[in-house]
């Protein structure tokens, strides 16, 4: 082995911390592949043990058209303008799917790698955001479905589609904020699981993934433009399939609230964590 | 001499919360009604004096570079709560440490692991949350395989894994992290002989890298044998700091010497309360002496002498036996009846018990007890831990393993029946 000198090593300084402490970005980016391989193993282990597998990515999304476009396409007759029902629908559960899917996985991911977290040191908001980001791929599944159903409805593809990543991002950034405020609440209080659910739901209703936005009533738009995945959804649909207009003023007044929600969750995080093996 | 590990005054305390009295069951829709208000007011208030339990105190030491350390001390003394401050799992209360070097802790075998994954993906999670990078679990894969003997199972998912394949695979990853600083919380006490042996020396190969160890275990024979300087943690602690050999011995000279008799003549400074004060304890038989042993075939007799203080107590002696491992192997109460504890009321006065452990029950090996006072029903009145040790010898008459311990807590000789029951 090789003869060190002080120099060459990091030193590590453990004091207690009082207050807020630093969010720890450089230490993070130091794990980044623990990142990579916590998302892949969320990914790997959900899907094994199941008969159809990585299949599920697709037939998701699938199952979940087919039934919305039932029930609110046939029975209901929810109104989706120029555009066939399923593709209304199936835009806006690109973005849903994907956001409902990164807070169930972040909001528990504190409690559920609790064994991990007790015995290894690593900067712990790796697990929640591991959580967010492996929803991604759920998303890119989803939209290998959402392109295969277009070509199915002859609607051609638009240029706008490049800015899907933008709108992304945001749904990615909201689902982390939701998941660090709710994974730090879980460490205390158990009754988060079941609340995620509830919550989920609401904001589902709430989010106009099974209508159009222009039945809602004027007073309330602009309260209801305050939910981000109002902004994301809509923007998907304009970017996928022309419908509506491009994001507006509303949308980047919630892209603001999502950036502060998401550094104020992840101060929030940080100041939970370093006690919380002792908690758990 | 570098200095790579410098702790100064590191103190960790937690919080424990207070049992609740039991209620009745009327009250108890009233609580969960009011339950987040509780959980509020319990959360908010400044934890009072008895609830507050300081698993670290005051604690100062420093290492060189290079110098492997064993830490020991019984359960609960610190010893792996200093583990997990120094390698960051949780934060100091008081005090600091200060690190220089890349740290490994190794608290578990098959960090991470995820039961659904092969041996190979585990192989890289694990790698990865321990603290390893890519390249260097690439270059290190085929000697990790090699050392955990799991060469035709690599890509079957571990669930699958014989609890030994799981073991010796974790710890084949732990072993091959190349930090400057290595925490080792008894881990080797899994495994079986064979495999223990082999990350003892896996150990001793880390040792004469240079690399600087600190090393929790029960097992002091290790210990001996890997570090030259030990820590004795007692009570959060650190009691002692010196050469192995004399830390160990001083440590065994409290805890483990054999008690054979113990007396309190001043009522007033005797273990107990004021309901109960002991005044003697002792073990013996009548053939042999305890300073030997015991044989197995010996019956043994456990005494204790105690002042009951308030007269009509109704109160019932029992003793526990725990085997050197801690594992309570029995325990044996006082005047057991169906009727319980009707008819055990004692006067004032000074009592004797004596209980009488036959022949042919225990195992070879050390046992210590504790004396424990139950009053009506059941409830502990007053407990005396570590009250008695000694050691059971195997004369060889009994039959069975002649150069190793038989497994078991005890080793009762049991009736059996033999019979033919059909020609050819």
Same mark, same amino acid.
């Not at chain 1, 649909?237 to 022309?242: E, F, I, P, S, V």
């Given at each position: 082995m090789k003869s060190m000198t002080l120099q060459d090593l990091h030193t590590?300084?453990?004091?207690?911390?009082?207050?807020?402490?630093?969010?720890?970005?450089?230490?993070?980016?130091?794990?980044?592949?623990?990142?990579?391989?916590?998302?892949?193993?969320?990914?790997?282990?959900?899907?094994?043990?199941?008969?159809?597998?990585?299949?599920?990515?697709?037939?998701?999304?699938?199952?979940?058209?087919?039934?919305?476009?039932?029930?609110?396409?046939?029975?209901?007759?929810?109104?989706?303008g120029d555009i066939p029902y399923p593709l209304f629908v199936l835009a806006a559960l690109l973005p849903w799917g994907f956001f409902s899917n990164g807070v169930i996985r972040g909001s528990r991911s504190l409690v559920q790698n609790m064994h991990v977290?007790?015995?290894?040191?690593?900067?712990?908001?790796?697990?929640?955001?591991?959580?967010?980001?492996?929803?991604?791929?759920?998303?890119?599944?989803?939209?290998c479905v959402f392109i295969v159903a277009i070509f199915f409805f002859h609607i051609p593809l638009r240029w706008e589609m490049v800015t899907i990543p933008l709108f992304v991002l945001v749904a990615l950034g909201f689902a982390l904020a939701v998941s660090l405020w709710l994974a730090t609440l879980s460490v205390k209080f158990r009754d988060v699981e079941y609340a995620v659910n509830f919550i989920l739901m609401t904001l589902m209703y709430l989010s106009p993934v099974i209508y159009p936005v222009d039945i809602v009533p004027e007073p309330f738009r602009f309260i209801y433009a305050l939910n981000p995945m109002t902004g994301v959804i809509l923007g998907f649909?304009?970017?996928?399939?022309?419908?509506?207009?491009?994001?507006?003023?509303?949308?980047?007044?919630?892209v603001f609230i999502v950036v502060f929600a998401t550094i104020s969750g992840a101060y929030i995080f940080r100041r939970t964590e370093r006690t919380v093996v002792d908690i758990l | 001499m570098t200095l790579v590990i410098r702790a100064d005054r590191l103190g960790k305390r937690y919080r424990i919360g207070k049992l609740r009295a039991r209620e009745p069951g009327r009250l108890l829709i009233a609580r969960t009604l009011t339950a987040p208000f509780h959980y509020l007011s319990s959360t908010l /208030?400044?934890?009072?004096?008895?609830?507050?339990?300081?698993?670290?105190?005051?604690?100062?030491?420093?290492?060189?570079?290079?110098?492997?350390?064993?830490?020991?001390?019984?359960?609960?003394?610190?010893k792996s709560t200093l583990l997990k401050v120094l390698s960051r799992i949780t934060e100091p209360t008081t005090g600091r440490a200060i690190l220089h070097g890349r740290v490994g802790s190794l608290l578990e075998v098959g960090t991470g692991f995820h039961p659904e994954l092969t041996g190979r993906e585990n192989i890289y999670l694990s790698g990865t949350i321990l603290g390893m990078k890519r390249f260097e679990i690439d270059r290190k894969l085929d000697e990790i395989v090699a050392f955990a003997e799991v060469e035709q199972f690599l890509d079957t998912q571990v669930k699958r894994y014989s609890s030994g394949m799981y073991v010796r695979l974790g710890f084949a990853v732990a072993a091959h992290l190349e930090p400057e600083i290595l925490l080792i919380d008894e881990v080797l006490a899994v495994g079986d002989a064979a495999f223990q042996k082999k990350c003892l020396g896996k150990m001793g190969d880390v040792a004469t890298e240079g690399r600087t160890?600190?090393?929790?275990?029960?097992?002091?024979?290790?210990?001996?044998?890997?570090?030259?300087?030990?820590?004795?943690?007692?009570?959060?602690?650190?009691?002692?700091?010196?050469?192995?050999?004399?830390?160990?011995?001083?440590?065994?000279?409290?805890?483990h010497a054999n008690k054979s008799e113990r007396i309190w003549n001043e009522k007033e400074t005797a273990p107990g309360n004021d309901k109960i004060r002991i005044h003697s304890v002792r073990i013996s038989s009548e053939k042999q002496s305890p300073d030997e042993g015991f044989t197995m075939e010996t019956p043994v007799e456990i005494e204790v002498q105690f002042w009951n203080?308030?007269?009509?107590?109704?109160?019932?002696?029992?003793? /526990?036996?725990?085997?050197?491992?801690?594992?309570?192997?029995?325990?044996?109460?006082?005047?057991?009846?169906?009727?319980?504890?009707?008819?055990?009321?004692?006067?004032?006065?000074?009592? /004797?018990?004596?209980?009488?452990?036959?022949?042919?029950?225990?195992n070879e090996g050390g046992y210590h007890i504790s004396l424990i006072f139950y009053r009506d029903r059941g409830l502990i009145m007053f407990r005396l831990d570590d009250a008695l040790s000694f050691d059971i010898i195997n004369s060889g008459i009994r039959p069975g393993y002649r150069y190793s311990r038989e497994p078991g807590a005890v080793r009762p000789l049991l009736k059996w029946d033999r019979e033919k029951i059909a020609e050819g």
């Open positions: 590590v300084v453990i004091e207690p911390t009082r207050g807020w402490s630093a969010l720890g970005l450089k230490d993070l980016w130091n794990y980044r592949e623990l990142l990579l391989f916590l998302v892949w193993r969320e990914i790997q282990g959900a899907y094994r043990q199941t008969a159809l597998g990585t299949t599920w990515l697709f037939l998701r999304p699938i199952l979940h058209m087919l039934v919305l476009s039932f029930v609110f396409g046939l029975i209901v007759g929810v109104e989706s977290i007790s015995k290894v040191y690593f900067p712990r908001l790796v697990i929640p955001i591991a959580g967010v980001t492996s929803g991604l791929v759920d998303l890119g599944a989803s939209f649909r304009w970017a996928l399939l022309g419908d509506g207009a491009p994001p507006s003023v509303h949308f980047y007044i919630s | /208030r400044l934890p009072s004096e008895e609830e507050i339990l300081w698993a670290l105190r005051d604690v100062t030491f420093e290492v060189a570079q290079g110098e492997v350390v064993g830490i020991i001390g019984r359960n609960g003394a610190g160890v600190l090393f929790v275990s029960h097992n002091l024979v290790a210990i001996q044998n890997l570090c030259d300087r030990s820590l004795w943690f007692d009570n959060g602690e650190l009691r002692l700091d010196g050469k192995s050999q004399k830390v160990i011995s001083s440590y065994l000279n409290e805890y203080e308030i007269p009509g107590t109704s109160l019932l002696v029992g003793w /526990r036996l725990f085997t050197e491992h801690q594992v309570a192997a029995f325990t044996t109460i006082s005047n057991e009846t169906i009727s319980g504890f009707s008819g055990n009321q004692l006067d004032q006065g000074l009592f /004797r018990y004596i209980c009488h452990l036959p022949a042919n029950l225990l």
